[in-house]
C-alpha cells in the first residue's frame, strides 16, 4: 500500500488540510485535532455529531502557527465572537496546550431516530490534541476497504492506495521514516452520515452498513514508535516478524 492522500484537521469537526508531507510524532501529526470549539455555557467539547453545522467550516494553519476558521461564506476568522455567530450559541476556540491535561467532555447521540436523536450520553475524550481516544494518534484507512464511499466521511490522517490495513493489527511497519505498531481498528460513529460540502448528503446507510458488515468497525489507529516524515508516495512496508 501506498500514501495516496495525508490530511491534518486543525479543529476538531471542521474540515481539514491536505498536506504533500507531515512529521509524525508520538502524538500523530503536529497540530492535528491542535484546537475545538467548546460551548461556553455548558463547558462541554463540540463535534459534528451535536453540531453538523462543523462540517462546513474548514481549519488550516497559518505560518506562525496560530489557525483560522474558513466560515461557510469565505469568513477567515479566529473570533470567538464571530464563531458564535456562525453556529447560533456562544462558543470558544480552545488550544489542546491549554487543556492542562484534563479530558474533554463530549456529547454522543444515544439513538438516530428519523427525525434526530432523542437523548445525548456525554463521554469523555484525550488528553492533550483534541482525539476522541488516547489511542487514536494516527489513523490510516485504505481506497480498497472505503470501496465507493468518500474518504472524506471518516477523516483519516493518511488514506492509502491499496487494501490490507485491516490485517496489520498488532504489526510494526515503516511509512516513510517512521516507524508505527499498529492497533485495533476505528469504532465509527454517526459522523459518517453527516452531510458535507463538495456534495455529500446525508446517509444513513453508510453507518448500517459498516455495523452490518464490519461490525461498526474502519480505518485502523497507529501509535509511533519512531517519528518521521512521512510523505505522498510512500510505501507502507510491515517489518518482519
Known sequence: MRVL????????SLQGERLTEAWVGPLGIPRDRGWALFDRDTGLGLTARRVPE????????????????????????ADDAVLSDWLGRRVELRAATENEGAAPTYEDPGDEEPDGPTEWQ?????????????RIRLSLVSTGTLGTWDRRRFRAN?????EGEDALRGRETCLGAARLAFGAPIFRCVMTTRPQPGGIARDTSVLKTIHRERDGLLAVRAAVLDPGTVR????LEPTAD
Do not use: I
Request: cysteine-free; charged content about 20%.
Open 5 to 12: 492522500e495525508l490530511w491534518r484537521y486543525p479543529v476538531k
Open 122 to 134: 456525554q463521554w469523555q475524550g484525550a488528553t492533550g490534541p483534541f482525539h476522541d481516544s488516547p
Open 158 to 162: 493518511v488514506v492509502l492506495d491499496g
Open 54 to 77: 462543523l462540517l462546513f467550516g474548514a481549519a488550516r494553519v497559518r505560518p506562525d502557527g496560530a489557525v483560522e476558521v474558513v466560515l461557510p461564506d469565505g469568513t477567515v476568522t
Open 232 to 235: 505522498v508516495g510512500d510505501v
